[in-house]
């Protein structure tokens, strides 16, 4: 923390200067650089995919959580859409393999996708801030739910606190590191919409890239699937389509997860949050084997 402290930069900014904190300037160049290296042979894609995960759960467990909130995961998102789609229109589509109503599709949903996002966040905003302007008109015991020890007031009930916001939110799921936000009832419908629109972009785009770099086959006769992709690492520029197309097809599969988990939580009329402190009673053997790797391989737990 001490480090991050330190390395604060203050940036130019409308409406003057403003500290910019070194753990979200991070992914604007190692998103880039990543792919880069990425890009090079076969071999140094396979690692890259391995190894970053671990690196940045690393980073996460190590450093970030320690910060009351960070940026670190809203601009790795940021960073990664703006790259992706950068590689897509400007590598891909001149390769004439797309039609372009095929590149519209892909447009609609990209831009779905960020409106969506954008209105997830707005709407947390507008909660939080009602939160803490709402904190001090409300004088303790007011309200029907139980009695919130940070917020100092009754919450509504299924209101729960976020450490990060700093607030209690209504029907909480859970705080999207993703987003830097809270997902709670207000926004739930827009948090849907953007994993929808998300999932269909990120997956399209990918299968969209894969049949452009690589040979493709007709799968049941419309669906376009790659088949051989073994010349693509002879040019750097199809390379970094190749791995964005990776990348691509592994955000939109963990996307389509989170909304599958999501749709399956609103049907059983439960949320996030809810399940976790129902689940948390259990034996750390039952929470699963990650808890007890953390254990090993990370200096804090
Ligand atoms: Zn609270
Ligand atoms: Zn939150």
Request: with cysteine.
């Amino acid at each position: 923390m001490n480090i991050l402290e330190r390395f604060r930069v203050p940036c130019a900014w409308r409406g003057g200067a403003k500290q910019l904190s070194v753990d979200a300037v991070i992914p604007l160049f190692a998103v880039p650089i990543l792919s880069c290296i990425a890009a090079q042979t076969v071999l140094c894609t396979i690692i890259t995919f391995a190894t970053t995960p671990i690196l940045v759960y690393y980073l996460h467990h190590n450093f970030l959580r320690f910060l009351l909130r960070t940026k670190f995961f809203l601009m790795w998102n940021v960073t990664s859409v703006v790259m992706l789609m950068l590689v897509f229109e400007i590598t891909v589509v001149p390769l004439l393999e797309i039609l372009p109503e095929e590149n519209w599709v892909f447009i609609i949903s990209v831009a779905g996708g960020i409106a969506c996002a954008y209105q997830t966040k707005i709407k947390a905003d507008c909660t939080s801030q009602d939160g803490s302007t709402s904190t001090q008109g409300l004088e303790l015991g007011e309200g029907s739910g139980e009695l919130c020890t940070t917020c100092r007031r009754r919450a509504p009930p299924k209101a729960y606190h976020c450490r990060m916001c700093q607030t209690c939110i209504l029907r909480r799921e859970y705080h999207c590191k993703w987003l830097d936000c809270c997902v709670g009832g207000s926004n739930l419908r827009w948090y849907m919409a953007c994993l929808l629109f998300s999932a269909v972009a990120f997956i399209y785009g990918s299968n969209l890239t894969m049949t452009s770099v690589c040979h493709p086959f007709i799968f049941i006769g419309t669906i376009l699937l790659p088949d051989d992709c073994s010349d693509v690492y002879h040019q750097l520029d199809i390379a970094l389509c190749f791995v964005s197309a990776i990348y691509s097809l592994l955000a939109g599969l963990a996307v389509l997860r989170c909304l599958l988990y999501h749709s399956w939580l609103i049907c059983i009329g439960t949320t996030a949050n809810e399940r976790r402190l129902a689940t948390s009673g259990r034996s750390a053997y039952e929470q699963g084997s990650l808890k007890n790797w953390r254990h090993i391989f990370c200096c804090k737990t």
